[in-house]
């Protein structure tokens, strides 16, 4: 196999790697950049334990070839945790009772983001068809569901 | 993962030069979606594609344009872009419907419909809501442009008649007029993150209160996609009604019988079809599911 050379942004920091030109982005990202956050669920796209932010779209990074992503910007659930401490929907996944295993949440947590950061006051079937591709074993969805409402709505009265 | 090479192409005349040579081993690359399944389904000791052609920096094969009376949609136009595409919706409700099933949110924001036509599966949704549309589809390679209607590409599941050295570059349909009512109707095991155990779309066009024009298309139901003649001649110089559309389904599912013969799943499916054509039909003339 010919190396690839990829020019890849990655929460914000650029990278310039030698890589192999069948190397999935989740194995560059949980491998070679050591940002084990998202997991491997299935390596179909079929539970979306591996979302990651492409452009800040919601992407299965087990189904996207590390070289697709050529001077892009990858964002990761390390890229959207704050230095010291959470982000309101971590924050509020935890006082919701939206964690119990916690494998499916960092990609749970970065698909809210997704849709947050796209349409700030979402319908909560605006919120289920946003989670759809994240399968969730544990909680039953509801208390993932009122965790980003309560980040919406508290958004919505700061204003 | 099985080794391959990745060349990423700027420009389409780069991507055809490329496939005129090395099409036969020659994996194209767009959403991925279909393709990282299928990659890493083979095996180490089974020959893969030498090369994966990664094809979305490609400009011109996104976009979606109308003249006023057709519609173009480019191969590498994601599902996200036409489910909520201002002139899908307004012209073409039912693909707009059908391409917002396809697998989940991760999935239609790089998923194109390139390639689920191109991927061929049965259970593919876009296609049934094109082929109602009367779609035809572009192929280009250093030969030239190639034109078909997309109902007659299909050669059997999982694939197209595709050439090696050839690339759909983009689809076309008729706006739909006025006086059309459509519909797509997508059954899988859940609501969403599912393939179509069947699909159906259908399109109506109406002149003084009667159907004059009738087109029925079903996913996962026949060998190849296509449109259902003797359940569609059925509409015609009639008024919608529950007894009507209930005769078109069972038409459907006599056709699939008659195409597919009775196999394991026609016990399910031949209710299950006449069913979900009944429901379209009604959810498109709005006489609710």
Not at chain 1, 106 to 122: C, E, K, R, T, V
Not at chain 1, 123 to 130: C, F, K, L, Q, V
Not at chain 1, 146 to 158: D, F, H, I, T, Y
């Amino acid at each position: 196999m010919k190396k690839f050379i990829l020019h890849i942004t990655v929460n914000g920091d650029s990278h310039v790697l030698r890589i192999d030109p069948n190397l999935r982005l989740i194995d560059l990202l949980r491998d070679q950049l050591r940002l084990t956050g998202t997991k491997e669920g299935c390596g179909i796209g079929e539970c979306g334990a591996c979302t990651v932010l492409l452009d800040g779209q919601a992407v299965n990074s087990c189904l996207v070839l590390a070289g697709q992503c050529e001077g892009r910007e990858i964002t990761t659930i390390e890229g959207i945790t704050p230095e010291n401490g959470l982000n309101p929907l971590q924050k509020a996944f935890i006082e919701h009772g939206a964690v119990q295993c916690g494998f499916c949440t960092p990609g749970m947590i970065l698909s809210a983001q997704a849709l947050i950061d796209h349409n700030p006051d979402p319908t909560e079937a605006e919120i289920r068809t946003a989670i759809s591709g994240n399968l969730c074993r544990c909680t039953g969805y509801m208390q993932i569901i009122e965790a980003v409402q309560a980040v919406v709505n508290g958004a919505k009265n700061k204003l | 993962m099985i080794p391959f090479n990745l060349v990423r192409v700027e420009s389409l005349k780069e991507a055809l030069d490329f496939l005129s040579l090395n099409g036969k081993d020659t994996k194209i690359i767009a959403g991925g979606t279909d393709l990282m399944v299928e990659l890493r389904d083979i095996a180490p000791n089974e020959k893969g594609p030498d090369t994966v052609l990664d094809i979305t920096p490609v400009k011109g094969l996104k976009g979606i344009e109308d003249n006023g009376e057709t519609i173009t949609i480019g191969a590498l136009t994601t599902h996200h872009e036409i489910k909520t595409s201002p002139i899908i919706l307004q012209f073409a409700r039912l693909l707009a419907e059908a391409c917002s099933t396809i697998g989940a949110t991760q999935h239609r924001n790089i998923a194109t419909i390139g390639g689920n036509i191109i991927n061929g599966s049965p259970a593919a949704d876009s296609v049934p809501a094109l082929i109602a549309l009367n779609a035809e589809v572009v192929f280009q390679s250093t030969a030239g442009k190639r034109i078909s209607f997309l109902k007659d590409i299909y050669i059997k599941p999982y694939r197209t008649d595709i050439q090696p050295n050839e690339i759909l570059t983009s689809i076309r349909f008729p706006r739909l007029p006025e006086n059309a009512r459509s519909a797509y109707i997508k059954l899988g095991r859940r609501n969403a993150l599912a393939i179509s155990r069947m699909n159906v779309a259908v399109v109506l066009i109406f002149q003084e209160g009667k159907i004059i024009e009738a087109r029925i298309s079903p996913g996962s139901t026949t060998p190849t996609p296509d449109r259902i003649t003797p359940a569609e001649k059925i509409l015609i110089d009639r008024e919608p009604s529950e007894k009507l559309f209930q005769e078109a389904g069972a038409a459907v599912s006599e056709e699939m019988i008659r195409l597919s013969g009775r196999r394991w799943s026609t016990p399910y499916k031949e209710p299950v079809i006449a069913a979900l054509t009944a429901r379209a039909l009604r959810k498109a003339v709005g006489m609710g599911l």
